[in-house]
């Protein structure tokens, strides 16, 4: 669900070029759930393998990874711990959405019907995440492991010029105090809906400070604000309130504690706020490059999942420079 704060927050498109050399990290959970959702066969069916494992997490980090690679960027992968107390509701109800999208899938008639219910049944598992991980640090790029939430993690190191910016399609990102969030990372023009159709996308960046600038807001402003229209700690938020009216009610009310006395919140909003402020990450991680692991790569595509050699080769080859035909794999992979 993450925060849903994108009619008020500022943005501005992003040109490739800024980010040559630049080093940016990448949520994980974020990244490989639209390679799930979005690699899929006509009738919905995920990629996999002959023995029935499923491949499109591995297809999507391997194409979108060197891709960006071989736009010069230096990229890091963060992963998710475990997730606040007050998170499990949240996490019950996807639970529960992806169950009903299984039972809608199975009772489709067309091919466009169960595209549509089978990108919401998407499930990480254990394994698939423990293979994902194996296959970016074999691409050379450091993994991180965050105690809780990615978005705090990756906020931590943005804050402390470890990388330059956090990738993630949420904007939850801000609320942890990442000076920068660019949310379409990928160099695919093109992002499909669940409904079938397509939408445009463009690379673009939401830079903390402008947006505190622009909605005349203090970092705990922004927070409350936030917590107003809901998080995945109170999903829905205060009943009947909007962005605009939440940033209405932030600057009108100095006091937090009287805000929330005339909202008469569901939920108590002190222990929301303190989640933000005092998220547990990791301090002592280390960001390391290495040379890519072809063989490891192979061991892992073409070796185990029966990825076509010479397709890896090509995509490799996009990092490495070496010259040779590639095979096209379309944007839908990208």
């Known amino acids: 669900m993450g ?119 998407s499930v990480l598992t254990p394994e698939m995440q423990k293979e994902s991980k194996e296959l970016i640090q074999a691409l050379g790029l450091p993994v991180i492991q965050a105690p809780s939430e990615a978005d705090a993690q990756g906020s931590f190191m943005c804050e402390k010029k470890d990388v330059w910016a956090f990738a993630t399609s949420d904007t939850d990102p801000l609320l942890y105090g990442c000076p920068r969030v660019i949310p379409n990372l990928t160099l695919s023009t093109r992002r499909r809906l669940p409904s079938g159709s397509y939408i445009n996308i463009k690379p673009e960046i939401i830079e903390l400070k402008k947006v505190l600038k622009e909605l005349k807001l203090k970092q705990d402003q922004l927070i409350v604000l936030a917590i107003l229209c809901g998080t995945d700690y109170n999903p829905g938020g205060v009943k009947g309130i909007g962005q605009k009216t939440a940033l209405k009610l932030v600057k009108e009310f100095k006091n937090f504690d009287k805000l929330f006395e005339e909202v008469k919140p569901n939920f108590n909003w002190k222990k929301v706020y303190a989640i933000f402020k005092s998220m547990p990450i990791m301090k002592n991680y280390q960001l390391k490059w290495t040379e890519i692991n072809e063989e490891k790569i192979k061991k892992i595509l073409v070796d185990k999942h029966e990825f076509a050699e010479e397709r890896v080769d090509n995509m490799i080859q996009r990092v490495t420079g070496r010259e040779k035909t590639q095979t096209g794999l379309g944007n839908w992979t990208k």
Do not use: W
């Open 3 to 121: 925060v849903k704060l994108s009619n008020i927050i500022q943005r501005r498109e992003l040109d490739f070029k800024e980010l040559e050399n630049k080093k940016i990290a990448v949520d994980f959970s974020n990244a490989v759930y639209q390679f799930l959702a979005s690699i899929r066969q006509p009738d919905g069916t995920p990629l996999m393998d002959s023995k029935g494992n499923v491949t499109s997490h591995l297809m999507g980090i391997l194409t979108r990874t060197t891709n960006l690679m071989s736009k010069k960027m230096k990229l890091c992968y963060v992963l998710d711990g475990r997730p606040p107390a007050l998170k499990f509701q949240e996490k019950e109800r996807r639970k529960a959405l992806k169950e009903l999208a299984q039972e809608k899938y199975t009772k489709a008639k067309t091919e466009e019907e169960k595209l549509k219910f089978a990108k919401r049944t």
